[in-house]
């Protein structure tokens, strides 16, 4: 069984989790997580590496449900709840899911295509009757959960990892971290993401502390929580920092202050997914009396190279490897660079994700023969930290914490009636780090709020383009290859 899901029995008395329902203890974690095993496994012994996906609110059913999928053998598939049903129905179909598990919410956008293509579902709320039986022994090599990732193919890859791997993830920033039972957080973040779900939940209900569930992020809401004086841990992506501190600006000076002395009580606070801006950083130390722990981090490798816990938390700088990860840069001729030589990051050690799924390929060639997890992004070593520099792919962008890639949008847009060509890119922004921004050609007039609305039934809300650009003709290099930094200067010009 995997170990958070054994070691719940520990703590079985103290609460685990609070959301808008109201608070559970590990004991009831433990029940409904059985419950739900019995009810995946329909009379079986064991789901073998069945897929089972979940569209589930934040809070209590959702790790009843993801617990509940790893003690029956199953392999949990969290579904994001703001896709549009063509995005679901690509991870549905693209995982092979044998069984769905649907909240109340979300019965509309999904229920219609799963009973159409008659997936065995379970509704979060249904009246089943206890059952007893036992449940498989699981071991650590299985498969444990599909995340989808994008990246440099057009359609986003599932990445699997094992229980193995997530036993290990979880442990490697509890000791670097230094968890503790005592802890309680707010977890804001979406759950189809390793942010979320590792480090915000997976850590702190793997050493007994109680995670609190905020649905939405809403920075009022949000301050109204960290101000209770009950939180000692708190993570999230720059962009969210971001909102906070656009939030405190309005606030009075006496507010500001109150802000300060319960803030300062904090025990850590934790930035990643994303670059953290040297400004962010600084003005939430204002606000807060806290350096912010910046990490990075990737869905293959969970997190990898962490600012430390006692010691320099260096601005614009991510850290040293993390306990039991290696790290190394690598040049293009396939030499290890030394100080402030720029290179790849690879990555080896337990973190490091089993395979994409079904893409036999496409993970063999982001090894390299020795074994390294090839990350795409560069860096160099400053002083013994690690500083990230850039990516080594324009086609990937980073918004607000999420990783799009403008081959995917492109590939969506040409679909459009109207659209004849377009070249997608991502344009830096203090708020979100970079924003969706795309360049088309049109076949017929459309306006960008026709566009828009058309995007927004076969795209999640993030990957939307903010900002159009209309060209009669695409710049293309020699090779016929569209010029994406041309079309990010057509922006900085000005858009009609
Ligand atoms: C939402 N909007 C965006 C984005 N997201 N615009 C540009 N880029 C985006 N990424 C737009 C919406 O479409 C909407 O526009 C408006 O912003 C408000 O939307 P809403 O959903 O209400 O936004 P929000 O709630 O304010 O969301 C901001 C957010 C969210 C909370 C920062 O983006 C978020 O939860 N990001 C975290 C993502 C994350 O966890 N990434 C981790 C993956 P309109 O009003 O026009 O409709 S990375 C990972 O796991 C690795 C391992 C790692 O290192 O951590
Ligand atoms: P994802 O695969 O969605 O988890 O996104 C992983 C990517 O986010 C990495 O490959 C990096 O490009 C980026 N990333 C994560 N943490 C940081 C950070 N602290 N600084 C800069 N980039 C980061």
């Given at each position: 069984m995997p170990k958070i899901t054994s070691s719940a029995h520990v703590f079985a008395n103290s609460v685990a989790i609070l959301d808008p329902n109201g608070e559970y203890t590990y004991q009831q974690l433990i029940d409904a997580s059985n419950q739900w095993a019995y009810r995946f496994l329909l009379g079986a012994t064991d789901l073998d590496g069945a897929r089972v996906a979940f569209m589930v609110q934040p809070g209590f059913h959702?790790?009843?449900?993801?617990?509940?999928?790893?003690?029956?053998?199953?392999?949990?598939?969290?579904?994001?709840?703001?896709?549009?049903?063509?995005?679901?129905?690509?991870?549905?179909e693209d995982t092979g899911a044998s069984q769905v598990v649907i909240d109340t919410d979300f019965q509309e956008v999904l229920l219609p295509f799963v009973?159409?293509?008659?997936?065995?579902?379970?509704?979060?709320?249904?009246?089943?009757?206890?059952?007893?039986?036992?449940l498989p022994e699981v071991s650590s090599d299985r498969p444990a959960m599909i995340l989808y990732t994008s990246g440099t193919t057009s359609l986003p890859k599932g990445v699997v990892t094992t229980h193995g791997n997530i036993d290990f993830q979880m442990s490697c920033l509890v000791q670097a971290w230094e968890w503790k039972a005592t802890d309680r957080t707010l977890c804001i973040l979406p759950l189809h993401h390793i942010h979320g779900i590792i480090n915000v939940i997976g850590c702190s209900l793997s050493v007994g502390a109680t995670c609190e569930f905020m649905p939405k992020f809403n920075a009022v809401d949000v301050f109204s929580r960290l101000l209770s004086g009950e939180l000692t841990v708190f993570m999230a992506v720059p962009t969210i920092y971001f909102k906070l501190i656009s939030h405190w600006d309005t606030l009075s000076t006496a507010d500001q202050h109150v802000i300060f002395d319960t803030l300062l009580k904090f025990r850590l606070m934790v930035s990643g997914s994303a670059?953290?801006?040297?400004?962010?950083?600084?003005?939430?130390?204002?606000?807060?009396?806290?350096w912010?722990?910046?990490?990075?981090?990737?869905?293959?490798?969970?997190?990898?190279?962490?600012?430390?816990?006692?010691?320099?938390?260096?601005?614009?700088?991510?850290?040293?490897?993390?306990p039991g990860v290696s790290v190394r840069l690598m040049g293009?001729?396939?030499?290890?660079?030394?100080?402030?030589?720029?290179?790849?990051?690879?990555?080896?050690?337990?973190?490091?994700?089993?395979?994409?799924?079904?893409?036999?390929?496409?993970?063999?060639?982001?090894?390299?023969?020795?074994?390294?997890?090839?990350?795409?992004?560069?860096?160099?070593?400053?002083?013994?930290?690690?500083?990230?520099?850039?990516?080594?792919?324009?086609?990937?962008i980073k918004s607000g914490g999420y990783k799009l890639s403008a081959l995917e949008i492109e590939e969506v847009l040409r679909v459009h009636p109207d659209i004849e060509d377009c070249g997608v890119v991502g344009l830096p922004?203090?708020?979100?780090?970079?924003?969706?921004?795309?360049?088309?050609?049109?076949?017929?007039?459309?306006?960008?709020?026709?566009?828009?609305?058309?995007l927004r039934a076969r795209l999640p809300g993030y990957k939307?383009?903010?900002?159009?650009?209309?060209?009669?003709?695409?710049?293309?290099?020699?090779?016929?290859?569209?010029?994406?930094?041309?079309?990010?200067?057509?922006?900085?010009?000005?858009s009609p």
């Open positions: 959702y790790v009843a449900v993801q617990w509940g999928i790893w003690k029956a053998g199953g392999v949990a598939v969290p579904l994001c709840v703001t896709y549009p049903i063509a995005s679901l129905q690509y991870v549905l009973s159409a293509s008659q997936l065995k579902h379970h509704l979060v709320h249904d009246e089943v009757t206890p059952q007893d039986m036992s670059a953290l801006p040297v400004s962010v950083m600084e003005k939430w130390h204002i606000i807060s009396g806290h912010l722990l910046e990490r990075y981090g990737m869905t293959e490798i969970a997190m990898a190279i962490s600012n430390p816990f006692h010691g320099e938390r260096r601005p614009g700088h991510v850290g040293l490897p993390l293009d001729n396939e030499e290890i660079k030394e100080e402030l030589e720029p290179g790849e990051i690879q990555i080896k050690g337990p973190n490091v994700f089993q395979s994409y799924w079904n893409k036999p390929s496409a993970t063999q060639e982001t090894f390299t023969e020795d074994g390294w997890f090839k990350t795409g992004d560069v860096a160099h070593l400053d002083g013994g930290y690690y500083k990230i520099l850039g990516r080594s792919s324009v086609d990937i922004d203090d708020e979100w780090g970079e924003v969706v921004a795309a360049v088309l050609v049109l076949k017929n007039a459309i306006t960008k709020e026709e566009i828009n609305t058309w939307v383009p903010r900002l159009y650009h209309f060209v009669e003709e695409l710049p293309r290099n020699a090779m016929g290859k569209v010029t994406k930094n041309d079309l990010k200067i057509m922006f900085y010009r000005g």
